[in-house]
Nanobody
Framework: QVQLVESGGGLVQAGGSLRLSCAASGGTFSRYGMGWFRQAPGMEREFVAA????????YYADSVKGRFTISRDNAKNTVFLQMNTLKPEDTAVYFC?????????????????WGQGTQVTVSS
């Protein structure tokens, strides 16, 4: 059973940057596809970005493409989400998730393990 712990959230002004981290333990990290999702108040959780086992393949939601970058360090069992040019509409709780399927997951149902989330607030 893999455990995921997110960090790096906070309050930032519009146009600023944040880097989220997700540390994994309890499993073979290099065998997990990883993803980031977010949930704004009153909204459903939505896909943000995903990365394959070795980091060669990535996918992004259209709303973050060109601004966010997902990456992973398998030696440190950590996945990152670099968020640049942040907008107020990026405000949400950001969740890290993991799955052991062979494809890169872009749906919540693809993922078996979830972190507790980290709050990102972007002020205008």
């Amino acid at each position: 059973q893999v455990q995921l712990v997110e960090s790096g959230g906070g309050l930032v002004q519009a146009g600023g940057s944040l880097r989220l981290s997700c540390a994994a333990s309890g499993g073979t990290f290099s065998r997990y596809g990883m993803g980031w999702f977010r949930q704004a108040p009153g909204m459903e959780r939505e896909f943000v970005a995903a990365i394959g086992w070795i980091g060669a393949n990535t996918y992004y939601a259209d709303s973050v493409k060109g601004r966010f970058t997902i990456s992973r360090d398998n030696a440190k069992n950590t996945v990152f989400l670099q968020m640049n040019t942040l907008k107020p509409e990026d405000t949400a709780v950001y969740f890290c998730a993991a799955h052991s399927r062979l494809y890169i997951g872009r749906r919540q149902d693809d993922y078996d393990h979830w972190g507790q989330g980290t709050q990102v607030t972007v002020s205008s």
